[in-house]
């Protein structure tokens, strides 16, 4: 299996962070305590911290019961990115070769 680039880590903590920092205002604005967030969206107080503190392997549906609790839709958009580019002069080589074939 492949790993995972460093770029989409940081990006999946960069968007955890946000979600959760979108959780918690909206807690607080509320008044509710992570105890009471957890009992309304059905998860542990471990869980909501989690959410709350951008822990990037939280499933999408826990995601969305933390966020439902507090008032929050929570919503995942795709948007074009870069291009993937090539690493190193042997892949450029593979592709060039390929690109004559075709």
């Not at 990006?11 to 509320?30: H, K, N, W, Y």
């Not at 309304?40 to 503190?53: K, L």
């Not at 995601?63 to 993937?84: F, N, S, T």
């Amino acid at each position: 299996m492949a790993r995972r680039s460093t770029s989409s880590r940081l990006r999946a903590r960069q968007q955890s962070a946000r979600i959760g920092e979108e959780v918690r205002t909206a807690a607080l604005a509320l008044g509710m305590s992570r105890q009471q967030v957890a009992r309304r969206a059905g998860v542990s107080w471990d869980t909501v911290m989690n959410v709350e503190m951008g822990e990037p392997g939280v499933q999408i549906d826990t995601l969305c019961a933390v966020g439902e609790a507090v008032g929050l839709d929570v919503v995942l958009r795709v948007y074009p990115g870069r291009q993937p580019t090539l690493r190193d002069i042997g892949q450029l080589e593979y592709a060039e070769m390929l690109v004559s074939q075709a």
